[in-house]
């Protein structure tokens, strides 16, 4: 299905090379962009512009591949530049190997017109023509190519008025929701991020006429985000500054905390700093915080309760995911037997029963190590920065300690998970009026829900969203689970995973 016509007016060379940019930042796996124009229009100025950014390096070499017909870039999305000016015939094609790269990543062809009817039907088509002392560019091709690049040159608009024209952008991160995030910049000033977040769709109703996103309370445009980041600013946390929003587009313009992580080189945990992450959730938690937060004029994000609804249909993903997965059968509802599915709702509803006189406060919900970055030139709260807490809730305390005491993305082994424990609640016994047995009883059933929800998440991003990468986390998260199900107050929960095999 083909979609209306792009159009962009380029003023000069520049304007040309951040278009390059900005298709660059849309390109996927088995895109293939062909470009027309005369000579000296800008061909390769525009495809040089779209390699650099793929490959992270503006001074990068990318000679004309006139001679060579083909030349071949690694980067984010390998890209292959064909230059058909030579071509003899079209059935050269072959012998290049334009299915091969389209097979391995994205196409730029100069020259499609000497091998028209051998070309991708699906690929888009740029056309540039003299427009006054500029150029203007078409873009014609597949709907769904057309709607990602109008977002991108959106952002380039939003950048723009931002106070940041001409900016350099370059994908810095996605993550498995459908955010995106790009490092900005401008010469001789910092870097600051893009979080590129459209409105979630509702999806289909699944409950009580309700989609999944509003039963377990996941933020569906990035005002929670802002929400949540003035609240904890006002707290004295470290959390970006927003220079500039688009509610309703979903882009905002936030300060870059910087690069480094709470994992060392080789990617294991650093125990100084996940104990500091561990010492600031007690200082967190010992705050009242707001459950209605003015984001602008005439909008209020209410903090959403993390009830029971919430946690139980999040567990559901166990019962509509990973069973079937490690059964081998569909993953479809009605496989699961219903007797079982009603054992493992009555299973949980008595651990959240135990929940009902936890400590309730902020709960950001991925307080681990992809969300954390350390800042050793810093002191105090502000040496942990926090980020990708658009889907807080007000909820368990210890909700948050178990996620980042069992990081889902990195081994975080039994004595370390102690030793984190440990001290979070100390920091909090030194602020009088601790329950120390109530918070192990929350946290054993924290941990069991978000390793059982991760593990229907982890298994869904694979089959559903084609993202398999995930799947090696699953014995870690595995070994979560047993970890937490140990727990006396669990033992009906951990006696109905070991009839099911997932212990």
Same mark, same amino acid.
């Given at each position: 299905?083909?979609?209306?016509?792009?159009?962009?007016?380029?003023?000069?060379?520049?304007?040309?090379?951040?278009?390059?940019?900005?298709?660059?930042?849309?390109?996927?796996?088995?895109?293939?962009?062909?470009?027309?124009?005369?000579?000296?229009?800008?061909?390769?100025?525009?495809?040089?512009?779209?390699?650099?950014?793929?490959?992270?390096?503006?001074?990068?070499?990318?000679?004309?591949?006139?001679?060579?017909?083909?030349?071949?870039?690694?980067?984010?999305?390998?890209?292959?530049?064909?230059?058909?000016?030579?071509?003899?015939?079209?059935?050269?094609?072959?012998?290049?190997?334009?299915?091969?790269?389209?097979?391995?990543?994205?196409?730029?062809?100069?020259?499609?017109?000497?091998?028209?009817?051998?070309?991708?039907?699906?690929?888009?088509?740029?056309?540039?023509?003299?427009?006054?002392?500029?150029?203007?560019?078409?873009?014609?091709?597949?709907?769904?190519?057309?709607?990602?690049?109008?977002?991108?040159?959106?952002?380039?608009?939003?950048?723009?008025?931002?106070?940041?024209?001409?900016?350099?952008?370059?994908?810095?991160?996605?993550?498995?929701?459908?955010?995106?995030?790009?490092?900005?910049?401008?010469?001789?000033?910092?870097?600051?991020?893009?979080?590129?977040?459209?409105?979630?769709?509702?999806?289909?109703?699944?409950?009580?006429?309700?989609? *999944?996103?509003?039963?377990?309370?996941?933020?569906?445009?990035?005002?929670?985000?802002?929400?949540?980041?003035?609240?904890?600013?006002?707290?004295?946390?470290?959390?970006?500054?927003?220079?500039?929003?688009?509610?309703?587009?979903?882009?905002?313009?936030?300060?870059?905390?910087?690069?480094?992580?709470?994992?060392?080189?080789?990617?294991?945990?650093?125990?100084?700093? *996940?104990?500091?992450?561990?010492?600031?959730?007690?200082?967190?938690?010992?705050?009242?915080?707001?459950?209605?937060?003015?984001?602008?004029?005439?909008?209020?994000?209410?903090?959403?309760?993390?009830? !029971? /609804?919430?946690?139980?249909?999040?567990?559901?993903?166990?019962?509509?995911?990973?069973?079937?997965?490690?059964?081998?059968?569909?993953?479809?509802?009605?496989?699961?037997?219903?007797?079982?599915?009603?054992? *493992?709702?009555?299973?949980?509803?008595?651990?959240?029963?135990?929940?009902?006189?936890?400590?309730?406060?902020?709960?950001? /919900?991925?307080?681990?190590?992809?969300?954390?970055?350390? /800042?050793?030139?810093?002191?105090?709260?502000?040496?942990?920065?926090?980020?990708?807490?658009?889907?807080?809730?007000?909820?368990?305390?210890? *909700?948050?300690?178990?996620?980042?005491?069992?990081?889902?993305?990195?081994?975080?082994?039994?004595?370390?998970?102690?030793?984190?424990?440990?001290?979070?609640?100390?920091?909090?016994?030194?602020?009088?009026?601790?329950?120390?047995?109530?918070?192990?009883?929350?946290?054993?059933?924290?941990?069991?829900? !978000?390793?059982?929800?991760?593990?229907?998440?982890?298994?869904?991003?694979?089959? /559903?969203?084609?993202?398999?990468?995930?799947?090696?986390?699953?014995?870690?998260?595995?070994?979560?689970?047993?970890?937490?199900?140990?727990?006396?107050?669990?033992?009906?929960?951990?006696?109905?995973?070991?009839?099911?095999?997932?212990?």
């Amino acid at each position: 299905m083909t979609g209306s016509p792009v159009r962009v007016h380029l003023a000069d060379e520049d304007a040309t090379s951040r278009l390059g940019e900005d298709i660059a930042a849309i390109l996927r796996p088995g895109d293939a962009l062909l470009l027309s124009g005369d000579l000296g229009m800008g061909k390769t100025t525009l495809a040089r512009a779209v390699i650099r950014a793929l490959a992270g390096d503006p001074a990068l070499d990318v000679p004309s591949p006139t001679f060579t017909m083909v030349q071949s870039y690694p980067g984010r999305v390998p890209v292959h530049h064909f230059d058909l000016y030579r071509l003899a015939a079209p059935d050269e094609l072959e012998e290049l190997g334009l299915a091969e790269a389209l097979g391995e990543g994205a196409v730029l062809v100069e020259w499609p017109e000497r091998a028209e009817g051998a070309l991708p039907a699906g690929a888009a088509r740029l056309v540039l023509s003299e427009a006054g002392d500029g150029r203007d560019a078409e873009i014609t091709g597949p709907a769904a190519f057309l709607a990602r690049l109008s977002r991108s040159l959106a952002i380039r608009a939003f950048l723009d008025g931002a106070g940041l024209p001409g900016a350099a952008r370059r994908f810095l991160t996605g993550d498995a929701s459908a955010r995106a995030y790009e490092t900005v910049s401008l010469p001789g000033r910092p870097a600051v991020i893009l979080m590129d977040a459209p409105r979630r769709p509702d999806g289909p109703p699944i409950r009580d006429g309700l989609p *999944y996103s509003r039963i377990a309370h996941l933020a569906e445009s990035v005002t929670p985000f802002v929400a949540i980041a003035g609240a904890l600013r006002a707290e004295g946390f470290c959390a970006p500054e927003i220079y500039a929003a688009d509610l309703d587009r979903g882009l905002l313009l936030v300060e870059n905390l910087g690069a480094e992580g709470v994992l060392d080189g080789d990617g294991s945990p650093v125990p100084e700093r *996940y104990i500091a992450a561990a010492e600031l959730l007690a200082e967190m938690h010992a705050r009242d915080w707001p459950r209605r937060i003015d984001v602008a004029s005439g909008i209020v994000h209410e903090v959403p309760p993390y009830d !029971r /609804r919430a946690l139980a249909i999040e567990t559901e993903l166990l019962t509509d995911w990973y069973l079937p997965h490690v059964s081998g059968r569909p993953v479809d509802k009605g496989t699961v037997d219903e007797a079982a599915r009603a054992a *493992y709702g009555a299973a949980w509803a008595g651990v959240f029963d135990l929940l009902e006189d936890a400590e309730k406060t902020l709960v950001l /919900r991925d307080y681990h190590s992809p969300n954390l970055i350390w /800042r050793a030139d810093r002191e105090g709260r502000d040496r942990v920065g926090l980020i990708d807490f658009q889907d807080a809730v007000i909820g368990p305390a210890a *909700y948050d300690v178990a996620s980042l005491a069992m990081d889902a993305r990195v081994d975080i082994p039994p004595e370390l998970e102690r030793s984190l424990v440990e001290a979070y609640c100390a920091a909090r016994a030194a602020q009088g009026g601790f329950d120390r047995a109530g918070f192990d009883v929350a946290y054993a059933a924290m941990a069991a829900q !978000r390793n059982s929800k991760i593990l229907g998440i982890f298994v869904r991003l694979n089959l /559903r969203d084609g993202k398999p990468g995930y799947m090696r986390h699953l014995p870690r998260i595995r070994d979560y689970l047993s970890r937490a199900l140990a727990h006396p107050a669990l033992g009906e929960l951990r006696a109905f995973y070991a009839g099911a095999g997932i212990l």
